[in-house]
């Protein structure tokens, strides 16, 4: 009882209470520029949000809300804008429908605009790859399912949808040069849509198949280097597509496991299993031991490959990435090595996403679907850097989209 009066007394008397400034709210804060290579997105399904989150520091700078389904942004480097294909229901999970491609100054976060898309805009669990932005950054493909299948076409300078382009048997959208986008076929080949400079669509080319779907398909989550996307099949191997022709050039396939890998049931896995690194042309695949079609379980381990000898050059043992309770990392002793050893003894690493950063000294981002934490490496030597939490729930899609 004593206590409860002294605090009463301290909270009266003290003149420190009455001194507080008063907090002021509405301020918007604006980040630095240029965004810097070492930060990244991070997609929360259940938070309903994507946040930007400094590597360096560990501090999370700013979000992006994109209502249902997983957020994941298209970024302009020469508007400084950040495009966000959204869906609304009036009532949160029901309701009237609205589908928007929401645009965001890249400094403050702000909505600046938003263009009113069909109400057919794909949510799915891919986190790539149903959106795209053309290679001048005038046009973004969004993908729609139905299940008939469609792009819409937006002119993110004019702030228009220009049209809606049917594409039967094809889905999701990659960038392949300007004005034009490149959709996967259920037959193994490959759709290019061409548009004019209005955006309507000027052409659509089919190309010969360039995978079997049926004996070995590829996945959606390729990853691009300069004109080439790299598609990697359910059994480890890279089909290389060089976009920069009027036609697509497919490279010869080669693969990412020998047959001492595939011996001991080593196969690719992961929600986002392909990162790679440009300027060094390093190609971060994730792998795990497991039987067929579990292409989708996490990753134990990253394998890296040069891409000009199609060479493996590193194995890294990957680590837990954490673990948190409502968005609060938990760390056991100030989370020093013991609690690193117990993560990693008793949860192990099951990474489901990777991202580089794409800078000279770049860093390898690795996560796992339900942990809300972030597990560092530098990217050149796979050392194990240090955890990284944002407050997120789930991590569903990593981006660096940032260039030094």
Known sequence: MWFLAAWAWLWIASPAWAELPAEQIGRVEVLAQPAQAHWVWVSDVILRRSALVDLDSGRMLGMLNGGFGPTVALFSASRGEIYVPETHYSRGSRGERADVLTIYDGAS????????????????????????????????????????????????????????VSTPGCSLAYAAGPRRFALLCGDGSLLLLALDAEGRELAKTRSRPFFDPDADPVTEKAVRVGDEWLFVSFEGRVHPVDVSGAEPRFGEPWSLLDETDRADSWRIGGSQHLAVHAASRRLYSLVHQGGPDTHKDPGTELWVYEL???????????????????????????????????????????????AVTQDAEPLLVTASGFSGGLGLYDARSGEFLRRVYCGNLTIVALQAPFAP
Do not use: C
Request: no cysteine; aromatic share 6%.
């Open 308 to 354: 000009a000898t199609r060479a493996r050059v590193e194995r890294v043992a990957l680590r837990s990435p954490g673990v948190t309770f409502l968005g609060e990392p938990i760390e056991l002793g100030g989370g020093g090595r013991l609690w690193g050893w117990l993560l990693d003894s008793f949860l192990g690493a099951r990474i489901d996403t990777i």
């Open 109 to 164: 976060l702000a909505a600046v605009a938003e263009v009113a898309l069909p109400p057919r805009r794909a949510i799915n669990a891919l986190p790539m790859a149903n959106a795209a932005l053309s290679d001048d950054e005038r046009f973004a493909a969004i993908f729609n399912s139905v299940p008939g299948t469609s792009l819409s076409i937006v002119d993110v300078e004019q702030r228009a949808l220009k049209a809606e």
